[in-house]
Structure formats: C-alpha cells, structure tokens
C-alpha cells in the first residue's frame, strides 16, 4: 500500500516537472523571440542614424551652393544636425533593450536546464520505484 501511494507521488511529481519543462521551454523561446526583435530595433536606428548621415552630407553641399542660399542651408544643417541626438539616444535605447532581451534568454535557459534536471531525477526515481513494485510483485516468487 505504501509503495502505490510513493507511486503516485512520483508519478504526480514526474508529471509537474515535465511541465515545468514545457513552460520552461515556451519562456526560453518567448525571450528569444524578445532578442530578435530587439536586434531587429537595433539595427533599424543604426539605419536610421545612416541614412540621416547621408542627408548631411546632401545639405553639407548644398551649403556651397552661393552666397544667398548658403545661409538657409546652413540653418537647414543646423535643423537636421539636431535631430541626430534624438537618433542616438534610440539607438542607445535599443541596445540596452537587447541587451535586456539576452540576459533574459541567459536567464530563460538557466532556469529550463534547472527544471529539466528535477524532471529527470523525478522520473528516474519513478522507475526506479516501478521497477522495484514489479520486483515485489513479481508471481513467479
């Protein structure tokens, strides 16, 4: 009687873990999808930050263009060189998500081998006692 409730205990214990596992599964692929798209955001303010870099450089010539018009662009530079401040601190923003976002996935991973060990020593506990109950109700003794 004994041994059938030790069982069902292990059995109930085998089950909660491989549970444990599967959810740790689902968060570790949840927070990889998070480091894919922070390195996705990542890479769209570098982008950004380029191609604003090279409307610079089309103001920067314009600027030479003559006297009369060279003040407006000089402004107008001024104008877009302010908005690259903006730029950086998203991109700086972005990065610091990613990094988040890795450290999440290292977190996700270590958690997941942790709740994969208790399921293994669970179920191999388990038969071990299945083994044994066999052993004892063996008819050929």
Do not use: F, Y
């Not at 003559?66 to 908005?83: K, N, P, S, T, Y």
């Amino acid at each position: 009687m004994k041994d059938a409730a030790q069982l069902r205990v292990w059995d109930m214990l085998a089950r909660v873990r491989q549970l444990r596992v599967e959810r740790g599964r689902r968060q570790l692929n949840e927070a990889r999808l998070r480091v894919r798209r922070a390195q996705e955001e990542t890479a769209s303010q570098r982008n950004a930050i380029a191609e604003h870099d090279a409307r610079r450089h089309g103001i920067l010539s314009a600027c030479s263009s003559g006297e009369r018009d060279a003040a407006l662009w000089r402004v107008a530079l001024q104008r877009h060189d302010a908005g690259r401040s903006g730029l950086v601190s998203a991109l700086a923003v972005a990065h610091r998500n990613e990094e988040t976002a890795r450290a999440q996935v290292m977190s996700a991973l270590q958690a997941l081998q942790r709740e994969t060990l208790g399921r293994d020593d669970a179920t191999s506990r388990l038969r071990r006692l299945v083994a044994a109950h066999q052993d004892d109700s063996d008819p050929d003794d």
